[in-house]
């Protein structure tokens, strides 16, 4: 009998042994799984949200009508998803995404919007899909003013993997020159409309420390790989029927599953990784079936964790064993600190006069962008860094004279006044207090240590965003437009703008990062984080793409690391 039960544990084993294993499948886990397979590894993804295929969106061609609150939440969504409804992008059209706060609960002790999809393809469903290249202005940054630690790599080591990426995810743009907005592989560009044109023009020539270009952006506007093109619906939050955008859904799930090494585990909650005390590397992770609370342990060679930067550094925090009793690769103690998010909020609109003969086609779904121009030649005294504006012109509907009856009816067929609306994102600075830590004393419904989040804006994002609402105003009343007003001035709380990052910062030296310049744990060697969590400084620029390219070419080197035997 001893000897049946030793047989059929290691049948079990073996059956739960991969070559590669994948934690999230967001846009850098898809792309980890796709790159993995496609180079001939097994792979089984582990994702803790609920089964989604690509084109199962139940409310993607529903009219607003067909809903019972017309769109907006209800008491009970509110309830539910206290954290999620913080935010705009959460509706009743897409509510089916999102996470349920209640049943899903997290410390905060200063305010963080964790904005979580709870299905396979994560946010990559939800994402604002705007790409840009980061530039040595981003790279560079840290080493020259001082704050957080050096990036490991700069542009040209980058450069052909953003390339590889935007090949295959489609981004459409122009290539507008401006060195420090790298140009890529587009896509043909949307068009601005008759006013956005004119804002442009008025901008670059008061300005000439100023460009205005169109949004590049995962939206296809030619067919790429059997997906697109868009239709211009500005649906996307319900998911694409027509792959119109990026998404692992669509794009690098369906790839990895044509290699036939794929294999997906939704409802699949990782509660740590195991390691290996002999070997000193990672033999696998320990699961939680979120449906049955059952607990299974699958086993791999290569370790990807892409769960998103909280969550991923909430695993790695709780992969504690005898080598790393404060966490996997923690001998830094920088797992979990240096938390960062863009810091949004502001909005500021103004009247267009003329144009009253013109409208536009389509709804668009991406605004205009004004690259970064604060701290590029000449310092601000008030703040380092930088932001970028993002801008979209349109016509509102007329006050009707009625509210009721044939006569509101047509009025409503009217087009009103043409309006310009700015709006701003700004660059958070790395900072060892902003963290997250796991509450041991406390457990969440898993039985897992209570995820606490603690991160704050600091005098030098404050000083920032009062500048860009100053900026934003002071640049439509210099260009002639009439009204000019201040329509949204808070600035957000961290979480917030759902570009959180840092917490498993890259660097050159063990001592003060996480990570290696190949996103490779220091301190055990097949073990790789390429989501948001590796990012060491946060930029003022969108960070998707760059996750993308940082994945593949970790993959890149995991395989030939693995070919050498190093892994």
């Known amino acids: 009998m001893a000897g049946d039960t030793l047989q059929l544990n290691t049948k079990a084993k073996q059956q739960h042994t991969y070559d590669a294993i994948v934690i999230g499948s967001g846009v ?32 993607a061609n529903m009219a607003p009508w067909e809903f019972p609150h017309r769109i907006t939440l209800s008491k009970a969504d509110k309830e539910e998803h206290k954290v999620q409804s913080r935010h705009f992008s959460y509706r009743e059209d897409n509510k089916a995404y999102y996470i349920n706060d209640a049943q899903n609960p997290y410390d905060e002790i200063s305010r963080f919007d964790w904005v979580r999809g709870d299905i396979v393809g994560g946010r990559s469903l939800l994402w604002g899909r705007a790409c840009y290249r980061w530039s040595d ?36 743009g122009n290539r507008d020159g401006i060195p420090h907005l790298p140009d890529g592989e587009f896509l043909p560009p949307f068009d601005m409309n008759c006013v956005e044109k004119d804002f442009k023009a008025r901008v670059e020539k008061k300005f000439t ?40 859904n669509s794009a690098t799930i369906p790839a990895a599953e044509a290699t036939g090494k794929f294999t997906l585990r939704p409802n699949s909650l990782v509660n740590r990784i195991l390691y290996d005390e002999k070997t000193q590397k990672a033999s696998g992770v320990e699961v939680i079936d979120t449906e049955t609370k059952a607990v299974t342990e699958y086993y791999a060679t290569i370790i990807f964790v892409n769960a998103a930067t909280v969550a991923t550094t909430a695993i790695l925090l709780n992969s504690v064993s005898n080598r790393f009793p404060n966490g996997m690769g923690n001998g830094s103690d920088q797992l979990g600190r240096n938390l960062m998010d863009h810091h949004k909020g502001v909005a500021v609109a103004a009247v267009v006069e003329g144009f009253e003969d013109s409208y536009y086609s389509g709804r668009r779904p991406i605004p205009l962008y004004m690259p970064r121009f604060r701290n590029i030649t000449e310092q ?26 044939a006569n509101y009816k047509d009025a409503l067929t009217e087009a009103g006044p043409w309006h310009i609306t700015v709006y701003a994102y700004g660059e958070c600075l790395p900072y060892a207090e902003n963290r997250v830590t796991l509450n041991r004393d406390k457990k969440d419904p898993w039985g897992r240590p209570m995820i606490t989040i603690d991160c704050k804006f600091r005098d030098n994002e404050l000083a920032m965003h009062k500048d860009m609402i100053a900026t934003a105003k002071d640049m439509l009343e210099q260009t002639g437009y009439k009204e000019v007003r201040v329509a949204a001035e808070a600035i957000s709380a961290p979480g917030n703008a759902n570009h959180e990052m840092g917490t498993a910062r890259m660097g050159k030296d063990p001592k003060t990062s996480v990570l290696n310049a190949f996103n490779q744990l220091h301190e055990v060697p097949n073990v790789f984080v390429t ?24 993959c890149d080197y995991a395989l030939k690391e693995l070919k050498k035997g190093n892994l």
Request: aromatic residues 10%; proline residues 6%.
């Open 531 to 554: 989501d948001g969590s590796c990012m060491t400084s946060s930029s003022y620029l969108n960070p998707s793409i760059t996750y993308m390219a940082l994945t593949a070419r970790a």
């Open 28 to 59: 850098s886990g898809g792309w980890a799984a796709k790159e993995l397979c496609e180079k001939g590894l097994t792979v089984l993804m582990l994702e803790r949200g609920k089964p989604l295929k690509h084109g199962d969106y139940p409310t």
């Open 137 to 172: 202005l981003e790279f560079e940054a840290n080493l020259k003013d001082g704050h957080g630690v050096d990036w490991p790599i700069r542009y040209k080591e980058i450069a052909p993997w953003y390339s590889y990426v935007e090949k295959f995810v489609g981004v459409s």
């Open 380 to 405: 601000s005294p008030d703040f380092i860094r930088g932001y970028h504006f993002g801008a979209s012109a349109g016509r509102s509907r007329p006050e009707p004279a009625t509210t009721i009856g």
């Open 209 to 248: 420390d100023r460009k205005v270009i169109i949004g590049r952006a995962a939206n296809l506007t030619q067919a790429v790989g059997g997906r697109g093109p868009c239709q211009a619906r500005d649906l996307c939050h319900r998911g694409c029927p027509w792959g119109g955008y990026f998404s692992s």
